[in-house]
């Protein structure tokens, strides 16, 4: 399996099906971060029209509810890439060269941290630690995560054709 | 049938383990050998992962680092009857770094299948919360605080005490939270736990509740563990299953119901009061203290908010009592900590030890210096917001009081070690960059400081009037320390001042060139 076949499903965004996920969640104590981590789940982002969705039917300010997806760093408002790819930027990888790695991920991608590459196939994000801290450099792609990652590793991870899960 | 031990731990994953359980599996039909996989949590020798144990007659053989290519050798050596072979490491208990060790809140991980209840209670689980079942919660509270346990998030606080604040707040209504939100680069016992011993942090959550008169739980988990709430998430099911969750806890008259939060990549929601903000479904923006979360925290009401790691203590103090817990360790520091050993070294993973071990020690005897063979230079501990230490100062005793007078912390036990390639002038604008982008903004000291502080330390590493912004720079910190509503502000100071005191020369210099 390759890693793009692991890519989780997203569907369109549908507002019948938005309100089902709020209403799912409405017998919750403090709904609002389970129904924005379900949206983006659902559509692989949260949907600027989801904001007054939500607001309305959890009988709070649209402003709160904005105020929230944006406060988060996991919560976007575009669709995401085929692959999500996340590089750790914290101190147990910068010691391993963690440093090089995020240079080495801009460049070949092409795009800066917090962007899609323009085909659409990568969404590189940065993160701070992801409890990988022995052995670093780390990196996850749509969520799997993968340790000692060299530069080379990082491109047949990410570069189309070439994603083969295995470590074989 | 063999029972063959691949962990599925998501650091060994990250390194293959699940390429190296497949071709164990596909190679055993081939073979016509009678083979059980069994998924276990993490040894903690992050160095040999995967690392594959065979179930022998003279105990758990151990195998390391293995890959899908070895796998075929390593039957035709007959590893399954734990012949010997190149990737041979003897008897798993019997590996020097894994026998030092004290492991007392790690005795399960890695040896259990963790989502077995079965597994579980053979190990000695549940004999804590059965005990607590015949204690008074202020029983519970007086034991906590005899073991001298402090939290193990990283602020030091009594948990008995803190249990006992709750237990005597008054309301029908109060809830206990685990802070599973483990931010900090370096840290990772609270993921192992939680992915290798899911029940200890159940049984310890219910405990909790008992002792301060709580009947409902939330474990904050962050999101970029998925792998620590996919396995959190199936334990819990399976203990309500049991019935060790839900209205009858093992069929007592207590009642104790436990949900995951997950957080949604912010760090500062491992403090706890923006946890509650959080889970409340708000920004995480801290709240001023007091009122204490003790006193009035999730929803107003009163809260036991306690670290992964924590949890899992009270429950080994239970089993064994307070004074088997307290006799480990020095001074105010009683215990175990579980230190991690991470960055550039030899062999990193766990290693829970009695506090009092010297930090030359943890990075000499179980780090085996640095991956790379260069000398160290500088390790930080406690996380982003800990000093930076140089060897001559480690002759430190890993305790909590011993750190502090060192102008350091000894915070969630990790210790990031690097070697004499870094640069430490990044690394003192990487706190403060770090503290820019992860403030939740609501202290100008923060918010504001943290901003500045990168601005000066570019200067300073411009050659910019240097003296003059090095005076600026401490000045900041005093600010920022002294006037921060948080940790997070509070201690960003200690990595920046840590660098002056120890590694000036690197700010006084071009980029990239030192001693």
């Not at chain 2, 680069?185 to 301060?212: K, Y």
């Not at chain 2, 003790?294 to 992964?308: D, Q, R, W, Y």
């Not at chain 2, 000398?375 to 002759?395: S, T």
């Not at chain 2, 700010?507 to 060139?513: I, N």
Request: glycine share 12%; charged share 20%; net charge negative.
């Amino acid at each position: 399996m390759t890693l793009r076949e692991s890519a989780p499903r997203h569907i369109p965004w549908s507002e019948p099906t938005a309100l089902q996920i709020v209403h799912a969640h409405l017998g919750e104590q403090g709904p609002l971060l389970p129904v924005l981590h379900a949206l983006q789940e659902t559509f692989g982002y949260v949907d600027p029209l989801a904001i007054a969705l939500v607001a309305n039917v959890l009988n709070l300010s649209r402003a709160d509810v904005y105020g929230v997806f944006s406060f988060y760093s996991d919560f976007r408002s575009t669709p995401p890439g085929e692959l999500r790819v996340q590089v750790c930027r914290g101190e147990a990888c910068q010691s391993v060269g963690g440093r090089a790695l995020a240079e080495h991920a801009t460049s070949s991608l092409g795009v800066d941290f917090g962007a899609t590459t323009t085909d659409g196939s990568v969404t590189l994000d940065e993160v701070f630690c992801l409890g990988n801290c022995a052995l670093g450099p780390s990196v996850a792609v749509n969520g799997q995560l993968r340790g000692r990652v060299g530069a080379d590793e990082f491109d047949r991870l990410v570069h189309p054709g070439t994603s083969n899960i295995g470590f074989a | 049938m063999t029972t063959v031990f691949v962990p599925r731990d998501s650091a060994a994953r990250s390194v293959g383990a699940d390429e190296v359980a497949a071709a164990i599996e596909t190679l055993a039909t081939q073979r016509g050998a009678s083979v059980e996989i069994v998924r276990n949590g993490s040894r903690g020798m992050m160095w040999l992962e995967p690392l594959v144990e065979v179930v022998t007659a003279k105990g758990r053989v151990a195998y390391g680092p293995v890959t899908p290519g070895d796998v075929a050798d390593l039957f035709a050596a007959g590893f399954l009857d734990g012949n010997p072979h190149g990737l041979s490491q003897g008897l798993t208990d019997q590996i020097p770094w894994l026998a030092e060790q004290d492991r007392l809140t790690f005795r399960r991980v890695g040896l259990v299948d963790p989502l077995s209840t079965e597994d579980y209670q053979a190990h000695d689980g549940l004999i804590a919360l059965r005990r607590a079942l015949t204690m008074t919660p202020g029983q519970i509270c007086d034991e906590v605080t005899e073991s001298g346990l402090r939290g193990r998030g990283g602020a030091g606080f009594p948990t008995g005490v803190k249990w006992r604040t709750v237990l005597d707040a008054s309301g029908p209504s109060k809830f206990v939270v685990c802070n599973a939100d483990e931010g900090d680069s370096g840290t990772f016992a609270d993921r192992m736990l939680m992915e290798g011993d899911p029940f200890m942090l159940i049984e310890a959550m219910i405990i909790a509740g008992i002792a301060v008169g709580g009947r409902e739980g939330f474990i904050y988990i962050r999101s970029e563990y998925p792998d620590a709430v996919a396995t959190m998430r199936a334990a819990i099911q399976r203990a309500y299953e049991a019935g060790w969750l839900g209205p009858e806890v093992l069929g007592s008259e207590h009642q104790f119901d436990l949900k995951i939060r997950v957080g949604a990549g912010a760090y500062i929601c491992g403090e706890e009061t923006a946890m509650l903000e959080s889970i409340e479904g708000r920004r995480g923006m801290v709240r001023a203290k007091p009122p204490l979360p003790a006193i009035e925290g999730l929803f107003g009401k009163p809260t036991a908010i306690n670290n992964v790691l924590s949890l899992a203590s009270v429950t080994v103090l239970l089993t064994h009592g307070a004074t088997f817990y307290r006799d480990f360790g020095v001074g105010r520091s009683r215990g175990t900590q579980v230190f991690q050993l991470a960055g550039n070294v030899a062999r990193g993973g766990i290693v829970e030890t009695a506090f009092g071990i010297t930090l030359g020690e943890m990075i000499d005897r179980f780090a085996g210096g640095t991956a790379s063979g260069r000398p160290v230079r500088a390790v930080q501990v406690g996380g982003p917001l800990g000093a930076y230490l140089p060897p001559a100062q480690f002759d430190l005793p890993l305790d909590y009081e011993a750190f502090v007078n060192a102008g350091a912390m000894v915070g969630h036990g990790g210790i990031v070690v690097f070697d004499d390639t870094v640069d430490m002038a990044a690394q003192a604008r990487f706190a403060m960059e770090f503290c820019a982008a992860e403030s939740c903004g609501k202290c100008t000291p923060c918010r504001v400081g943290a901003v500045r502080g990168v601005e000066v330390i570019d200067k300073i590493i411009a050659g910019q009037d240097t003296a003059a912004n090095v005076v600026l720079l401490e000045e900041l910190c005093d600010l920022m320390a002294e006037g921060s509503l948080c940790a997070m502000g509070g201690l960003t100071p200690l990595p920046v001042r840590s660098v002056l005191r120890h590694f000036a020369d690197d700010l006084d210099q071009p980029k990239g060139v030192h001693p």
